[in-house]
T-cell receptor, first 112, second 114 residues
């Protein structure tokens, strides 16, 4: 069963703009991860945020986590055409299950 | 080396065929995963191996049979598949199954069942 729900499902922006994607989940977590997938290819890990962290940065990526609202956001600043991909959040299962569960994903298109 | 390799890249098989998907990593990871991904959907976990032992089977039909011959290799044996099993099959590995562990994914095998 899916744990995370990304929002929006699709996002279309111009190069240079910022892109924000949101992820909501249902059960408690140990960590939340964001992955990127280019069309029909494997997933690439972008960033991991632990349940005791609120914000994390990596290059042009900024991830926030609000455990009280069971939600996370991924911000890509100064987007590039090469950022066009699907983005998924993934949660593990707290309580020792450690079953990775992916959200439905956001499809991002960045127009040059 | 942070690469997970998968072979073949593409596979077409009939419903009576037997085939195998292969996955290999040389990162010393002790957890390996099989996922199934349909078009425009998220990956769905199928199996998890931890220290070469099957630790999770997400109620996958028996026509899919996983095997972990050693800590670097993971196979998925396919037999009597149905057309609805056509999908991208992704392999991943992580240091182990604990939380805080990043998964490294292979490029996938695109399977078409006729």
């Amino acid at each position: 069963s899916q744990q995370g729900e990304e929002d929006p499902q699709a996002l279309s922006i111009q190069e240079g703009e910022n892109a924000t994607m949101n992820c909501s989940y249902k059960t408690s977590i140990n960590n939340l991860q964001w992955y990127r997938q280019n069309s029909g290819r494997g997933l690439v890990h972008l960033i991991l945020i632990r349940s005791n962290e609120r914000e994390k940065h990596s290059g042009r990526l900024r991830v926030t986590l609000d455990t009280s609202k069971k939600s996370s956001s991924l911000l890509i600043t100064a987007s590039r055409a090469a950022d066009t991909a699907s983005y998924f959040c993934a949660t593990d299962g707290a309580g020792g299950s450690y079953i990775p569960t992916f959200g439905r994903g956001t499809s991002l298109i960045v127009h040059p | 080396d942070t690469e997970v390799t998968q072979t073949p890249k593409h596979l077409v098989m009939g419903m009576t065929n037997k085939k195998s998907l292969k996955c290999e990593q040389h990162m010393g990871h002790r957890a390996m995963y099989w996922y199934k991904q349909k078009a425009k959907k998220p990956p769905e976990l199928m199996f998890v191996y931890s220290y070469e032992k099957l630790s999770i089977n997400e109620s996958v039909p028996s026509r899919f049979s996983p095997e972990c011959p050693n800590s670097s290799l993971l196979n998925l044996h396919l037999h009597a598949l149905q057309p609805e099993d056509s999908a991208l099959y992704l392999c991943a590995s992580s240091q182990d199954r604990r939380a805080q562990e990043t998964q490294y994914f292979g490029p996938g095998t695109r399977l078409l069942v006729l």
